[in-house]
């Protein structure tokens, strides 16, 4: 889609399906349904007021207006949706720093386990500026480059999208493609081919803002269930 972007599409769409390996649980399936979008011109700040109003326009045609309610919590969905940065997350929620996460190799647990869980009741909440380091797709701050331009949308503890102002230097873009690489070198993984098209490509990329949200999950929240099993045709069980 990026690619397409770099083509001259300002603004495009696709419903899609999205596979990853060894991923299974209530709220996880290898096999998913994705929309992904994308917005020429925009930043993050602007994906996040698009993802509200497009969730808000589901709840109204699903006659929800402005609250659902999941699992016996009221969800109020009145705009405006408020926003935490993962920094103030970390001091909220977890006994250690965002940098101290980092340093330890334990920022993906800590997230997973004492910060998620907590997010998103009430309010729908948006977690943004993501270290720079688990955000390999994503615009720095032009501000502070230890961080980037990333947020995920959280509803009852539910991971539902992930998004950010769209990197579009394709040098920068080739050193941490090339950085986790290494990384998978080092643990003993099979490194990716570097996306040579898609590099070239970028050079013609505008400014933009990207979203991926997770239609399964979405639906899971309108359909008050704690199980992705529940809102699909088959499971992997089933095929």
């Not at 399936?29 to 929309?35: A, H, K």
């Not at 609250?67 to 705009?79: H, K, M, P, T």
């Not at 394709?170 to 090339?178: D, I, L, N, T, Y």
Request: hydrophobic share 40%; glycine share 6%; with cysteine.
């Amino acid at each position: 889609m990026k690619r397409l972007m770099a083509a001259g599409y300002a603004r495009i769409f696709q419903i899609c399906r999205c596979f990853r390996q060894k991923e299974r649980g209530s709220k996880h399936l290898p096999e998913m349904t994705l929309l992904e979008w994308y917005t020429a011109g925009d930043n993050y700040l602007n994906m996040m007021k698009q993802c509200e109003e497009l969730i808000r326009f589901v709840a109204g045609r699903a006659g929800c207006e402005n609250f659902l309610v999941y699992q016996g919590n009221r969800i109020d969905l009145a705009s405006p949706w408020p926003r935490m940065s993962v920094r103030d997350a970390f001091e909220k929620y977890s006994s250690v720093s965002m940098e101290t996460a980092l340093i330890q190799d334990r920022f993906d647990p800590i997230m997973a386990f004492d910060i998620e869980p907590n997010l998103g009741y009430g309010k729908p909440v948006f977690l943004y500026d993501y270290p720079a380091s688990v955000a390999a797709l994503a615009k720095l701050k032009p501000e502070n480059f230890s961080l980037a331009e990333r947020f995920e949308l959280y509803i009852s503890g539910m991971e539902l999208c992930n998004a950010f102002s769209e990197l579009t230097d394709p040098v920068e873009q080739r050193k941490r493609f090339a950085s986790e690489q290494k990384k998978r070198r080092q643990s003993g993984l099979q490194p990716y081919p570097l996306p040579e098209k898609f590099l070239e490509a970028l050079q013609y990329m505008p400014e933009a803002s990207g979203n991926a949200l997770g239609v399964d999950r979405l639906v899971m929240i309108f359909a008050d269930t704690t199980r992705i099993d529940d809102v699909v045709a088959f499971t992997p069980e089933e095929l």
